[in-house]
């Protein structure tokens, strides 16, 4: 089993966002909740938070994204979408001990301050938990893997709106990247991040 002793758990957008909008909210959210909200407290000091913050308008937005939100007028932030980018009010709590970095891309290197941020902690692995996992959860996994990172997959923390989708990267993609990313359930989890 990989040694965890010096990861950080990366909890992405885990927000009203994807839990309440009425476009884009997550069906399955419900499922994960107590094991993201369980992997924040098993080590808060070793815990990040990601929010997606989309576009004032489709207008603002840029190249393809303007595309993007034209599709989705309703989450830009001037259609409403700004009612329902904090987090989860569980998860708010923990991450007010915790450093939050907001991104309009869906890796959370988009943010200059994330990678900085795992440098300054001199983290080698990342676990990722939140949604969703064929879209934010795996342009996070991607270009950690591109950084030189570790990525575990936190199995059971993990879900998306599309399940077919979600199981496509936990069953087929993800496999195919084994000397760079490893999926572990909660129980996995539990023995080897000490």
Known sequence: MRELSRAMHIVIDMQRLFAEHPDWAV???GRIRKDVTWLAEHKPGRTL?????????????KGSWRKYYEQWPGATLDG????YVDLLPEHRTLAGKAQIFDKSTFSAFGNEKFGAALEV???DTLILSGVETDVCIWATALDAIDAGYFVVLARDALTSGVVEAHAAI???????FAPQITIMNHAELEAAWK
């Open 27 to 29: 069906k399955d959210i």
């Open 80 to 83: 409403g979408g700004g009612a």
């Open 170 to 176: 936990l069953d087929a993609i993800a496999p195919h």
């Open 121 to 123: 902690a001199r983290v």
């Open 49 to 61: 938070w990601t929010r997606f913050i989309p576009a004032q308008n489709a207008e603002a937005a």
